[in-house]
């Protein structure tokens, strides 16, 4: 079975510091995605990478970088949080074929204070 | 604009009936649709991908149909178990390329009872 892993399940952070979330896939798939979730506003994409050191704007981008140094390893970062910010983060992976299943991480909840 | 509805009132049925739950979109032309179930505190789990030109899939208990006039799918959930109480999501697929890039509805919960 695949398996994506998101480093914390929950997080606060204070308004202004930058914080890293990080995933880590463990079957070598092309594709890696960040999606936020909130309610009444379903699952926005981010950002995605469809290679190492590749990387391409998803719907909601603004406030966001990514980086993906390694295949199996993208990770999410906010520069200044901001209390807009709070919300669940959610890492999947597709096998970079198109037009698959994506495998999503458990999530982190993370509170901006 | 573009909008994917998927009911945002709770569904509640009694265990052994079947559970149809709706996912309608306008201003898109999805190639692919998929439906995702997602438990509390949780990330969302795959369940079923349907094609444009498919009207019907099925797997085991559950039953995905693709209406691209009527811009609809449904699920159904046939014999619902207390078990299969959860969050239900429709995701899109509209382009090509390699990557899946979906857009998610808000989710239906579903609430099987005894």
């Known amino acids: 079975d695949v398996k994506v892993t998101q480093s914390s399940r929950y997080l606060v952070k204070r308004t202004g510091e930058k914080v890293f979330l990080e995933c880590v896939q463990d079957?070598?798939?092309?594709?890696m995605f960040w999606y936020r979730q909130d309610p009444g506003l379903g699952l926005r994409l981010i950002y995605f990478?469809?290679?190492?050191?590749?990387?391409e704007k998803g719907d909601i981008p603004e406030g966001y970088s990514v980086s993906r140094e390694k295949k199996e390893r993208f990770s999410l970062i906010l520069e200044s949080a901001s209390t807009n910010q709070t919300s669940m983060y959610l890492c999947?992976?597709?096998?970079?074929?198109?037009?698959?299943?994506?495998?999503f991480g458990s999530g982190t909840q993370l509170s901006v204070l | 604009s573009q909008k994917i509805e998927q009911n945002s009132e709770a569904l509640n049925i009694q265990e052994g009936k079947t559970a149809t739950l709706t996912c309608n979109y306008t201003?898109?032309?999805?190639?692919?649709l998929q439906w995702y179930r997602q438990d509390p505190g949780r990330g969302p789990v795959f369940l079923l991908l349907?094609?444009?030109?498919?009207k019907e899939k099925r797997k085991e208990r559950l039953k995905v149909t693709f209406d691209t006039t009527l811009k609809q799918s449904l699920f159904h959930i046939t014999a619902s178990q207390p078990a299969d109480s959860a969050t239900y999501l429709c995701?899109?697929?509209?382009?090509?390329?390699?990557?899946?890039?979906?857009?998610f509805g808000t989710g239906t919960r579903l609430q099987v009872t005894l």
């Open positions: 999947a992976t597709d096998g970079g074929q198109g037009h698959e299943k994506l495998f």
């Open positions: 079957m070598d798939h092309e594709n």
């Open positions: 990478s469809y290679d190492v050191k590749m990387k």
């Open positions: 201003n898109y032309s999805p190639a692919y």
């Open positions: 349907i094609r444009e030109n498919e």
């Open positions: 995701a899109l697929e509209e382009g090509a390329g390699t990557a899946s890039k979906l857009t």
